[in-house]
């Protein structure tokens, strides 16, 4: 099994940034697509950003460029930086990816999720 750790998130005023780290771990023969999700109180779970195993990326439009994805396929790790952040922003965010590993061949995996929350 592939396990999903992040880290980085925390409390910050509006305006401020935050850059989020999500690591895979396990018997992992190749991750295809990594993407970030957030969840906000009596909100469905959105995705906010994916990056293919080639580096194309896809955002949600409505973060007007504010928020980057990217990854380092040699540490498994996805990153999201977090710039201009709104209260609106708060929210539960969960790592994504689809992975390749021993014993379990292509399957989907979330981490546990990591809390922002930004102030006015």
């Known amino acids: 099994q592939v396990q999903l750790v992040e880290s980085g998130g925390g409390l910050v005023q509006a305006g401020g940034s935050l850059r989020l780290s999500c690591a895979a771990s396990g018997s992992i023969f190749s991750i295809n697509t990594m993407a970030w999700y957030r969840q906000a109180p009596g909100k469905r779970r959105d995705m906010v950003a994916a990056?293919?195993?080639?580096?194309?990326?896809n955002y949600e439009d409505s973060l007007k460029g504010r928020f980057t994805i990217s990854r380092d396929n040699a540490k498994n790790t996805v990153y999201l930086q977090m710039n201009s952040l709104k209260p609106e922003d708060t929210a539960v965010y969960y790592c994504?990816?689809?992975?390749?590993?021993?014993?379990?061949?292509?399957?989907?995996?979330w981490g546990q999720g990591t809390q922002v929350t930004v102030s006015s």
């Open positions: 990056v293919s195993n080639s580096g194309s990326t």
């Open positions: 994504y990816c689809n992975a390749n590993s021993r014993g379990n061949g292509w399957k989907d995996y």
